[in-house]
């Protein structure tokens, strides 16, 4: 694996892990009143579409984490559905 893939990888992990947080407060106190909607469906979209250019670019950072942060996304949108 290049170094380059590798500072990639970190990248991802400290970007995707910054929605942990958020998921877990909502699912802990299944409060979603302050959180908007719009805001999560655009970032998903944007998720996406960065999957789909790192399933273009066969790059592993990009996909993987996009992955995971599109899950993240997803269990938010979700719990606001839920929640509201």
């Known amino acids: 694996m290049k170094i380059i893939e590798i500072i990639g990888l970190i990248a991802g992990a400290l970007t995707t892990g910054a929605f942990v ?7 802990k106190t299944k409060s979603t009143k302050d959180i908007s909607m719009s805001m999560y469906i655009v970032m998903l ?4 579409l960065w999957f789909t250019y790192g399933f273009y670019h066969d790059s592993l950072p ?3 984490t996009n992955l995971v942060t ?3 996304l997803l269990t938010v949108i979700v719990l606001k559905l839920k929640y509201k």
């Open 45 to 48: 979209i944007g998720v996406v």
């Open 62 to 64: 990009i996909l993987l």
């Open 70 to 72: 599109a899950m993240l």
């Open 21 to 27: 947080p958020q998921v877990y407060k909502l699912w």
